[in-house]
């Protein structure tokens, strides 16, 4: 079957890589995302990947506690790195090839970001995972995931969530929430709902880059999303 989107931007959120443990990183949710991943690439679709540090580090939460904001923000961007290696070793571990590249210089460790070297890998079969946001203070790893799917010329940027798509409220918290299949930037703005931070869905409307928001901690819904099923929300300017 031909795959939904040919080439998409994977935003993981870092806390669903602690899994159960509430912080770190569990082996069995990176090899689940690796084998996921990975088999989505076998049916042609070239992946750029953006993960967020949160189940190590968060410059916000650090700022409420004295920490130097921007120096918080850097504390972040690292975090970001250690779990961008971590999924890397996961796809080494089943023959995946992927490359990490880095918004800031940080060889050994990744090359440094840039969107011809990024496209250039994925034509390549390679998982290209992106890390350290967007390299500066103040910006969201939601952020860094929209200005990079733009970047790389992405069909869709994929909001791999703990939450089977966009709700009236949090679905965690307000059991009378109601679910949207389809649902417009702006109508996001309006509600006020809380899917990314506002500058990221400013810039994927500007972009004219869809979002679609699905459960990953589910196995089987990524290829599920590639294969046209009606999961999750999808957010597009009408």
């Known amino acids: 079957m031909e795959p939904r989107y040919k080439r998409i931007l994977l935003k993981l959120s870092g806390e669903s890589l602690a899994a ?10 990176i090899a689940e995302y690796a084998t ?4 989505i690439v076998d049916m042609g ?14 410059g916000l939460a650090g700022a409420a506690q004295g920490i130097d904001r921007v120096k918080g923000d850097q504390m972040g961007m690292l975090a970001t790195v250690i779990n961008s290696l971590a999924l890397s070793s996961g796809f080494d571990a089943i023959g995946q090839p992927s490359q990490v590249l880095t ?49 790389i ?19 965690e918290k307000d059991p009378t929430a109601t679910k949207f299949d389809h649902i417009t930037y702006d109508e996001i ?31 089987g819904n990524l290829r599920k999303v590639m294969t046209g099923e009606p999961i999750g929300t999808i957010v597009t300017a009408s």
Not at 153 to 160: F, P
Not at 197 to 211: F, G, H, R, S, Y
Request: charged share 20%; net charge neutral.
């Open 103 to 151: 918004a800031i210089n940080m060889v050994p460790f990744g090359e440094l970001y840039s969107k011809w070297r990024a496209i250039e890998a994925m034509k390549q079969g390679k998982v290209v995972i992106m890390s350290c946001g967007t390299g500066n203070p103040f910006f969201t790893t939601d952020s860094g995931s929209a200005l990079r799917g733009i970047e």
């Open 153 to 171: 010329e992405a069909d869709v940027m994929l909001k791999g969530t703990r939450v089977d798509g966009i709700y009236t409220a949090d679905p």
């Open 45 to 58: 679709v070239q992946v750029g990947i953006v993960i967020g540090g949160g189940n190590i580090f968060r």
């Open 189 to 219: 703005y309006r509600r006020n709902l809380k899917v990314m931070d506002m500058t990221a869905t400013i810039m994927c409307k500007e972009n004219n880059l869809p979002i679609h928001v699905f459960n990953m901690d589910v196995v």
């Open 36 to 39: 996921q991943i990975k088999e």
């Open 20 to 29: 159960g443990q509430g912080y770190g990183i569990d082996p069995q949710r």
